[in-house]
């Protein structure tokens, strides 16, 4: 039977200092408008889980997910526009 100890400088060559790089933080950033629409609307779901939706709970909710679509198509659009075409 084989240690995983003898393995692990195999597996794990470049040392994890804790800390996210630069470019793991710029896909935070490209990201966060859809993670707080994201929130938003589970905020909105959330108020609702203990009583009958009003007409007003519907429109937040309503509007949230709207707002999650439009994150979403965003970021896809910018996603599309980043990636080299293909002939």
């Known amino acids: 039977m084989k240690s995983i100890a003898a393995l692990q400088a195999?597996?794990?060559?470049?040392?994890?200092d804790g800390e996210p790089s630069d470019a793991e933080l710029d896909g935070i950033e490209q990201e966060m408008p859809l993670v707080l629409a994201e929130v938003d609307l589970l905020d909105a779901q959330i108020a609702t889980l203990d009583r009958t939706p009003s007409v007003l709970d519907a429109r937040r909710i309503r509007r949230a997910h709207r707002r999650v679509l439009a994150a979403?198509?965003?970021?896809?659009?910018q996603a599309a526009?980043?990636?080299p075409e293909v002939a």
């Open 10 to 16: 195999l597996v794990t060559s470049t040392p994890f």
């Open 81 to 83: 526009a980043a990636a």
């Open 72 to 77: 979403r198509t965003t970021l896809a659009n």
